[in-house]
Every structure is written in structure tokens, then in C-alpha cells.
């Protein structure tokens, strides 16, 4: 074999293997680029799911205790009772509108989460899960026909409605207490979707035993505030009073 065969087959073996070698690193950079590019993709579901809780957590939070504090006076203080049934005109005015406005604005949160999360890929992560289990626990209570009468029992739907009518699309806000009363005595359409919730809070004001559902509801409640505020940072331990199921 003269020299110039030796040298032209020398140099095609190194081009063959230059041109495999470079193959290779190029998948290898594509493979290496598409990893980086779906753990970029994570990181920035993950930062956009811990700000979505982070902004929605307190809300959430301060509504969901406002709601079963409501339900612990009605239970274990005999507040409607005693403001509602035996009370003056502006004193029953103020247990019915309260009583709706604390349940209408726990709704209005879970809308406003409802919509946000719908926008984002939560994944499998845990705690994304538990907040929705409690939820749905809420809920059910809620909408259960498990019960010997239909007193406060807000059908799953109407849950939706009530949070829908009390919050905007375009800033996340929920309707204060003096709108929420000014939209009952001004606008008839928006005052008949809580008339079903109305008419059970007024029957709930003549009975003298705990009523289960508004029971098991308020330790739902506190199930999911203990999950949101497991250190008790916003509210101490003295404030987390739990009704006894029956």
C-alpha cells in the first residue's frame, strides 16, 4: 500500500470519527438543552404555585376563620338565638347579613383560588392536594343531603354562584360588608341567590340543640386552617376552639 493510500485512509478514519464525535456532542448539547429547559419549566410552576398560595394563603385563611367562628357562636353561643330570634330589628338585621356576608366571602375566596389554579399545572405536589381535599370536604358538608332537613345546605353550584356574585374579575376583590348589604336591599337579582341560605339561617334561629351539619362544617373548617397555619402563627391555639361531633 504506497503512502498516499495510507494517508487518505488515515485522514477519512479521522474525518468519519470527527463527524461521529461531533454527532455525538450534539445530542448530547440537545439532550442537556431539553433537560435544562423542562427543569427550568418546573422551577417556574413551582415559583408561580408558591406565589399563587402565598398570595391567596392569608385570604383564604382569615376567611375560613371568620366563616367557623360564625358557626361556633351559632352552635356553641346560641347566637343567632339570641340577636335573631329575641333581638331588636337592627340586631336580627345584622345577624342574618353577617351570618350570609361570612359565608358569601369564605365562597368568594375559594372562586378567586378556583380561578387561579385553573390557570396553573400544580402537578402532584402534596400540599396543592391537601388544600383541595380540605376543600372538597367544605363543600360536601355543604352540599350534603345527608341530613334530616335542608338547613343551611348550599348545593355545590350555588357554592360557585355565591362566590362568583361576590367577587370581581378584574381585581381579585371581594365585596366589604357595607357593599354586601347595600347589593341585598338594592338588587333584587343578587339578593334571591341568597335567599335559600337566608331562609335557613332564620330556621336555624329557633332551634335549642346543635345542628350537625353547621357541626361538622366547622371542624372542616378548622381542619383546613389548621393545614394553612400549622405554627399557629395568625391565630394562637385559644382561638381554634373545635365543636364536638356528634
Given at each position: 500500500?504506497?503512502t498516499?493510500?495510507?494517508?487518505?485512509?488515515f485522514?477519512g478514519?479521522?474525518a468519519?470519527?470527527?463527524?461521529?464525535l461531533?454527532?455525538?456532542?450534539?445530542?448530547k448539547?440537545?439532550?442537556?438543552?431539553?433537560q435544562?429547559?423542562?427543569?427550568?419549566?418546573?422551577q417556574?410552576?413551582l415559583a408561580e404555585?408558591?406565589?399563587?398560595?402565598?398570595?391567596?394563603?392569608?385570604?383564604?385563611?382569615?376567611?375560613?376563620y371568620?366563616?367557623?367562628s360564625?358557626?361556633?357562636?351559632?352552635?356553641?353561643?346560641?347566637?343567632l338565638n339570641?340577636?335573631?330570634?329575641?333581638g331588636h330589628?337592627?340586631d336580627r338585621?345584622?345577624?342574618?347579613?353577617?351570618?350570609l356576608?361570612?359565608a358569601a366571602d369564605y365562597?368568594?375566596e375559594?372562586?378567586l383560588?378556583?380561578?387561579?389554579?385553573?390557570f396553573l399545572?400544580?402537578?402532584?405536589r402534596?400540599?396543592?392536594?391537601t388544600?383541595?381535599?380540605?376543600?372538597?370536604?367544605?363543600?360536601?358538608?355543604?352540599?350534603s343531603?345527608?341530613?334530616?332537613?335542608p338547613?343551611?345546605?348550599v348545593?355545590?353550584?350555588?357554592q360557585r354562584?355565591l362566590g362568583e356574585?361576590v367577587?370581581?374579575?378584574s381585581?381579585?376583590?371581594?365585596?366589604?360588608y357595607?357593599?354586601f348589604?347595600?347589593r341585598l336591599?338594592?338588587?333584587?337579582?343578587?339578593?334571591?341567590?341568597?335567599?335559600?341560605?337566608?331562609?335557613?339561617i332564620?330556621e336555624?334561629?329557633?332551634?335549642?340543640?346543635?345542628h350537625?351539619?353547621?357541626?361538622?362544617?366547622q371542624?372542616?373548617?378548622?381542619?383546613?386552617?389548621?393545614?394553612?397555619?400549622?405554627?399557629a402563627?395568625r391565630?394562637?391555639?385559644?382561638?381554634?376552639?373545635?365543636?364536638?361531633?356528634?
Open positions: 500500500m504506497n498516499e493510500l495510507v494517508v487518505a485512509s485522514s478514519a479521522v468519519l470519527s470527527s463527524v461521529l461531533s454527532s455525538r456532542f450534539s445530542r448539547q440537545t439532550l442537556l438543552a431539553a435544562l429547559e423542562r427543569q427550568g419549566a418546573e417556574l410552576k404555585h408558591q406565589d399563587l398560595m402565598s398570595q391567596r394563603r392569608d385570604p383564604l385563611l382569615w376567611a375560613a371568620d366563616f367557623q360564625r358557626l361556633f357562636n351559632i352552635v356553641d353561643r346560641e347566637f339570641f340577636y335573631y330570634a329575641h330589628e337592627r338585621a345584622y345577624a342574618l347579613r353577617s351570618t356576608h361570612v365562597f368568594g375559594v372562586e383560588l378556583r380561578r387561579k389554579i385553573h399545572d400544580l402537578g402532584n402534596e400540599s396543592s392536594r388544600v383541595v381535599r380540605h376543600l372538597t370536604a367544605i363543600s360536601n358538608v355543604l352540599n343531603d345527608g341530613y334530616d332537613d338547613h343551611f345546605r348545593f355545590r353550584s350555588n354562584a356574585l367577587t370581581s374579575n381585581n381579585d376583590r371581594r365585596l366589604g357595607a357593599e348589604c347595600r336591599d338594592t338588587d333584587a337579582d343578587f339578593a334571591s341567590w341568597f335567599e335559600p341560605l337566608s331562609d335557613g332564620r336555624l334561629a329557633s332551634w335549642t340543640r346543635p350537625p351539619r353547621l357541626v361538622r362544617l371542624v372542616a373548617l378548622m381542619d383546613l386552617i389548621d393545614f394553612l397555619d400549622p405554627d402563627d391565630f394562637p391555639d385559644h382561638r381554634r376552639s373545635r365543636l364536638s361531633l356528634p
